[in-house]
């Protein structure tokens, strides 16, 4: 499984960003995405999660309202839409694919990681 992450970049405060997760091998289809990311000298942290079918999501109390996940599972793709950014919003965000259909907040849940893409908020 190679996990692609695309779609980050430099906005300003109030702007907006749509990641993107990719998987040549169709592997991500199977199984729920989440999304974590991980700021300079602090943990990876749980950012938003999506069932298989796309029918259970969760996010992380810091995003809620203002991110949205979703998935085309034909187009093998997994999204995450990033509205009304802040600087505390910058990190690596990273994909991964988890062992089950259902999501998790728990990082030890997911098999395989993407590389990261970079997302940076300027004030």
């Known amino acids: 499984v190679q996990l692609q992450a695309s779609g980050g970049g430099l906005v300003q405060a109030g702007g907006s960003l749509r990641l993107s997760c990719g998987d040549s091998?169709?592997?991500?289809?199977?199984?729920?995405v989440g999304w974590f990311r991980q700021a300079p000298g602090k943990e990876r942290d749980f950012v938003s999660t999506i069932s298989w079918s796309g029918g259970s999501i969760y996010y992380a109390d810091s995003v809620k309202g203002r991110f949205t996940i979703s998935r085309d599972n034909a187009k093998n793709t997994v999204y995450l839409q990033m509205n009304s950014l802040t600087p505390e919003d910058t990190a690596v965000y990273y994909c991964a694919v988890s062992r089950s259909i259902w999501p998790s907040r728990d990082p030890a849940q997911y098999a395989y990681w993407g590389q990261g893409t970079q997302v940076t908020v300027s004030s």
């Open positions: 091998r169709r592997a991500l289809s199977n199984n729920a």
